[in-house]
């Protein structure tokens, strides 16, 4: 399977090159409407076609997949680390802080993700900019993903500091912050990537759920989310196929993610 | 022969007339609501689905013909409405039954007046009748004459009767027992309703035979529009009262016999800034929102052709002002739209003391112009022509930053918290009056969006639009309200507090199996005349 593997990395090498060289790879600025041909076929000049509004779906590709290539792993990167402070910490400490902290992370797992992200974002300043909302939003996702892998890593710290090791670094003296720092925290390290790696095709999808609800990313920067939008009429699926383009990207992206994934977790 | 002829056509009439009776024996017509009626009590008809079993179900004294846009007698052979327009006279139909088989009266009339005007029925077609306090008289003069005396004047007393179903006063079967085409058979909550032809319906078309030709209605609840569109082209349904753009090419590339365009409806999209003095706005953009030259200047930046022709497939037309062009007699022929003019645009901002820098607008202070426009999640016509809109104004260095809200979120700054900049909506208008704006073009009204609820006019104009509405109000004389209902449909074109930008066609989808259909662009398009609809032998009606 190591083929596949290394398939599914240099698919992701590629995707990334692609929407990070975009300003010289895309045909058309994103945001620029061509009037005069709205839903245009793909053709030599738009190789999407174009859009409800004329613009070049082919270059609205490229920037959207650098919008959420590029915003989900950060927003992984914050959920993570917020999930490894909070529940290496109560996983460390256990007794009361663990179990109070568990508790509070099964209250926030019990919360309705999507409609509390609409609440907080009707609540945010209206004035921004495209690229600050986009930012805005991941940054949301971020802060409110952290406590399902919290579960995860809580756990794990508990196992560990049951360990072998760990009993036996506390017989050799080494407590307090030296022992989380130089002992627990490299023996978490495997399964903070392994969370790191699985919250990115859950971020970008839900991103695609917020943009479907036209909640996502604001107009006229474009992501996964907003271009599936176009797939809400089903009757116009035969009639215009390339418009599945960017959810089979989306669906090879996340299974790439996954098989870079699984060697990581055989790994950890 | 020449004794033989008449007998012939006798014969052929006859059998012609078995055999068009025997091809309508138990025909249906089926159309969707989007929702599940909410009442089926004619009285408190809030929601467009109840209001359709109203249309299809209640008997009513006059019709507005949705075509001609005219008055029509009904259960009313004729009325009168005096000097003043404080009474109307009716003169009722006789030997009219109610589907029950209760007979009609002037007693029926004066029982339905007196429940709609109850205050404690918090009746939402009663508020129309509502000019002032105090309780209405009604004077029967025998079984067919009637009198009903309004404690003041009523603006377009006549029209609003379109609205009332006349209720048994007698009944048991109390508000089920109606005087319209069809009555209420079955109810499925949620599933669909079934609606019987009504035995005692008292039209008959010109050979005598007694409406309506179908013989019963079935209105299937379905929420999705592309589902509803499937079924009409497998034939499950006969039509879609009102299609998008986008579904009406779909359908025209397939069937175009199906598909039909009535013309320029009476729905508006229009944008408007928020003016509310204390709104929690800096300063400096208050100032920007009041100036006249500002709206007047972002007006003539929107290039409202290409909002038509792109967002609405050409479907739409370039708006002009708060009566539509489709509203044939209170509409300002005089007013044109504003031109798509950037130059004209950049030259009203330039008075105001605004000037380009580096690409970028800027006012007398320095001030970047960059302001949002808030409108409704998950409606992708808006959000498309708010990215039309953001780029226009990127052509004169105006930066536009669009922002979707949930409907709620979007309620609540617009009429409460006022923590808004400028905001795109669409208003659906089935009045063809205006006088049933008011409660929007008062400054005193509630729903005045840019500014609401205030104590004195704020402008001179809003004191001349207040000072217009009244007159209009206060008068019968349709030529008076006529003159002051087109200057301030001319102030509004000036002022522009609303920035309208088009107004969408009125487009259905009919099969070809339904015949006598004649799609109008007023509610209900495609079966206002449902009594003269049938079902033709030819086209696919699937099951």
């Not at chain 1, 989900?72 to 996983?91: D, F, K, R, T």
């Not at chain 1, 690229?131 to 952290?146: D, E, K, N, Q, Y």
């Not at chain 2, 104590?455 to 003159?483: F, G, V, Y």
Request: charged share 20%.
């Amino acid at each position: 399977m190591k083929w596949v593997r290394l398939a599914a990395i240099l698919f992701l090498v590629v995707v990334s090159v692609a929407c990070l060289s975009a300003d010289f790879v895309a045909p058309a600025p994103y945001a620029r409407q061509f009037r005069e041909v709205p839903d245009a076929a793909p053709s030599s000049q738009h190789l999407l076609g174009t859009d409800d509004l004329g613009r070049d779906r082919f270059s609205r590709l490229l920037y959207g997949t650098r919008v959420s290539l590029l915003l989900a792993p950060a927003a992984a990167l914050l959920s993570s680390l917020l999930a490894a402070v909070i529940g290496g910490a109560a996983g460390f400490a256990g007794g009361w802080l663990e179990t109070s902290v568990m508790a509070a992370t099964d209250l926030f797992l019990s919360l309705p993700w999507l409609f509390l992200l609409i609440t907080v974002r009707a609540f945010l300043p209206l004035n921004v900019s495209p690229i600050a909302s986009v930012a805005i939003t991941f940054a949301l996702l971020g802060c409110l993903g952290w406590a399902a892998a919290a579960r995860v890593i809580c756990a794990d710290a508990r196992t560990l500091c049951g360990s072998d090791v760990i009993v036996l670094a506390r017989a050799c003296g080494i407590g307090g912050f030296r022992l989380l720092w130089r002992h627990v925290v490299p023996n978490l390290k495997p399964i903070l990537y392994a969370q790191f790696w699985i919250s990115i095709p859950v971020f970008i999808l839900t991103e695609a759920n917020l943009g479907i609800l036209g909640l996502g990313v604001a107009e006229p920067l474009p992501s996964w989310g907003g271009m599936l939008r176009e797939l809400e009429s089903f009757s116009s699926f035969s009639a215009q196929p390339w418009l599945f383009v960017p959810l089979i990207l989306l669906m090879v992206t996340v299974s790439c993610f996954h098989l870079a994934l699984q060697n990581e977790e055989v790994w950890a | 022969m020449k004794k033989g002829l008449p007998l012939f056509v006798f014969l052929l009439s006859v059998t012609l007339s078995v055999v068009t009776a025997k091809a309508q024996s138990g025909s249906q017509l089926r159309f969707c609501l989007g929702a599940a009626p909410k009442t089926l009590n004619p009285l408190l008809v809030d929601d467009e689905a109840s209001d359709t079993v109203r249309y299809l179900t209640g008997g009513v004294l006059m019709r507005l013909n949705r075509m001609t846009q005219q008055l029509e007698p009904e259960l009313a052979t004729s009325w009168k409405v005096s000097r003043n327009g404080d009474s109307i006279s009716f003169t009722l139909r006789q030997n009219v039954r109610f589907s029950d088989g209760t007979p009609f009266s002037a007693e029926d009339v004066a029982y339905t007046m007196q429940r709609l005007m109850d205050p404690a029925l918090h009746s939402p077609t009663g508020d129309a009748f509502r000019s002032s306090e105090g309780k209405i008289v009604t004077q029967a003069g025998g079984k067919d004459q009637i009198t009903i005396v309004f404690p003041a004047p009523v603006v377009g007393l006549d029209k609003l009767f379109d609205q009332v179903a006349i209720m048994s006063a007698k009944s048991p079967q109390k508000e089920m027992a109606v005087l319209g085409p069809y009555y209420v058979a079955e109810n499925k909550a949620g599933s669909y309703l079934l609606l019987n032809r009504n035995p005692n319906y008292w039209k008959h078309d010109a050979g005598g035979r007694q409406l309506p030709y179908i013989d019963s209605v079935r209105l299937d609840i379905q929420q999705n529009r592309d589902i509803e569109m499937l079924r009409l082209a497998r034939g499950e349904i006969d039509f879609i009262n009102t299609l998008s753009a986008e579904n009406y090419d779909k359908l025209e590339a397939q069937a175009p016999k199906m598909a039909f365009d009535a013309g320029v409806g009476l729905d508006s999209e229009q944008i408007w800034f928020n003016q509310v003095p204390s709104s929690p706005l800096p300063a400096y953009k208050k100032a920007w929102f009041a100036s006249t030259n500002f709206r007047r200047a972002i007006s003539e930046s929107i290039n409202r052709e290409d909002l038509a022709r792109v967002v609405f497939r050409g479907h739409a037309r370039p708006a002009v002002s708060w009566v539509s062009p489709a509203n044939k007699f209170w509409f300002n022929t005089k007013l044109q739209p504003h031109p798509f003019d950037q130059k004209s645009a950049l030259k009203l901002l330039s008075q105001e003391g605004f000037q380009m820098r580096n690409g970028a607008l800027q006012d007398r202070d320095g001030h970047a112009v960059e302001f949002s426009v808030i409108t409704n999640a998950g409606n992708k016509v808006r959000e498309r022509m708010a990215a039309m809109i953001q780029q226009d104004l990127a052509g004169i260095g105006i930066r536009l930053n669009v922002v979707t809200l949930d409907f709620p979120s979007l309620i609540e700054r617009i009429t409460r918290s006022f923590n808004y900049e400028a905001c795109l909506l669409g208003f659906v208008n089935d009045d063809l009056d205006p006088n049933g704006q008011m409660n929007a073009w008062l400054s005193s009204a509630e729903n005045h969006a840019w500014n609401p609820n205030q104590k004195a006019p704020a402008t001179a104009w809003e004191a001349q639009i207040d000072a217009l509405m009244r007159t209009q109000a206060s008068t019968s004389d349709a030529k008076k309200r006529k003159q002051a209902i087109d200057k301030v449909q001319e102030i509004v074109w000036q002022q522009e507090p609303f920035i309208y930008l088009v107004n969408k066609d009125a487009m259905s989808g009919v099969s070809t199996a339904l015949r006598n259909v004649h799609p109008v662009v007023l509610r209900p398009q495609v079966y206002w005349n449902v009594e003269q609809l049938s079902i033709g032998a030819e086209g696919s009606r699937g099951r």
